[in-house]
């Protein structure tokens, strides 16, 4: 009997162990191809991503609330991926609702509109047609589309996401130097904790607690 407890005690320990280990480099995480320089006084997380992604549409209920609740030394933003001519016509949709300040109120819906209701945003004409139903001025639209200031967004996207060795999204890259994801950390949940692990490791790096 004494036996069998130490071995179901061992075995806890070992779950115990197994539970809290802290990510490895080169498993759940790793390092970007090339580090990107950011704001020294927050450390800054991207999510990389598409609207186009079922997996980012997967995502986004759990990283919305998730990013909601981050340190105030934190800053959360996102980057829409550009590496095809459809990503880059979503990318243009994405920093144009955030142009038009837009992108707080709609960025769920545009994922629900393309993944639920099969709404091609990627095709100007019906991007424009389903933000007009969203009270957004077709004019306003069009011309923040088409601007310097998106284009100069989008093709700094393409950049980055080079930079950033980016294979895949959603990828979540922490003070332009790390980067995880569901596939490297295991699951959607798992990539968070690993971010969580990385912004305390920067933090630690910076000289913080």
Same mark, same amino acid.
């Given at each position: 009997?004494?036996? @069998?407890?130490?071995?179901? $005690?061992?075995?806890?320990? #070992?779950? !115990?162990?197994?539970?809290?280990? %802290?990510?490895?480099? =080169?498993? /759940?995480?790793?390092?970007?191809?090339?580090?990107? *320089?950011?704001?020294?006084?927050?450390?800054?997380?991207? %999510?990389?991503?598409?609207?186009? #992604?079922?997996? #980012? $549409?997967?995502?986004?209920?759990?990283?919305?609330?998730?990013?909601?609740?981050? *340190?105030?030394?934190?800053? $959360?933003?996102?980057?829409?991926?550009?590496?095809? *001519?459809?990503?880059?016509?979503? !990318?243009? @949709?994405?920093?144009?609702?955030?142009?038009? =300040?837009?992108? %707080?109120?709609?960025?769920?819906?545009? $994922? &629900?509109?393309?993944?639920?209701? &099969?709404? &091609?945003?990627?095709?100007?004409?019906?991007? +424009? /047609?389903?933000?007009?139903?969203?009270?957004?001025? *077709?004019?306003?639209?069009?011309? +923040?589309?088409?601007?310097?200031?998106?284009? =100069?967004?989008?093709?700094?996207?393409?950049?980055?996401? +080079?930079?950033?060795?980016?294979?895949?999204?959603? +990828?979540?890259?922490?003070? =332009?130097?790390?980067?995880?994801?569901?596939?490297?950390?295991?699951?959607? /949940?798992?990539? @968070?904790?690993?971010?969580?692990? @990385?912004?305390?490791?920067?933090?630690? %790096?910076?000289?913080?607690?």
């Amino acid at each position: 009997m004494k036996q @069998l407890k130490f071995l179901v $005690f061992a075995w806890l320990s #070992c779950l !115990a162990v197994a539970a809290y280990a %802290e990510p490895q480099l =080169g498993k /759940e995480y790793g390092l970007v191809a090339q580090p990107q *320089p950011t704001d020294m006084k927050k450390i800054e997380v991207v %999510e990389i991503f598409s609207y186009a #992604c079922s997996h #980012c $549409f997967d995502l986004e209920p759990t990283i919305h609330q998730w990013s909601k609740k981050l *340190p105030k030394d934190v800053v $959360f933003t996102r980057q829409h991926g550009a590496s095809n *001519p459809n990503w880059t016509s979503l !990318a243009k @949709l994405f920093y144009s609702l955030e142009a038009l =300040g837009e992108l %707080e109120r709609l960025h769920a819906d545009a $994922f &629900n509109a393309f993944h639920l209701k &099969n709404i &091609n945003l990627s095709d100007e004409k019906a991007a +424009t /047609e389903w933000l007009s139903k969203q009270g957004v001025d *077709p004019k306003k639209f069009a011309d +923040t589309y088409a601007s310097f200031g998106v284009q =100069g967004k989008v093709a700094r996207s393409k950049q980055l996401t +080079t930079a950033y060795g980016i294979n895949g999204v959603p +990828t979540i890259v922490v003070a =332009g130097k790390y980067q995880t994801s569901a596939q490297m950390a295991g699951g959607h /949940e798992n990539a @968070l904790k690993t971010t969580e692990y @990385l912004i305390n490791l920067v933090r630690q %790096e910076r000289g913080g607690k």
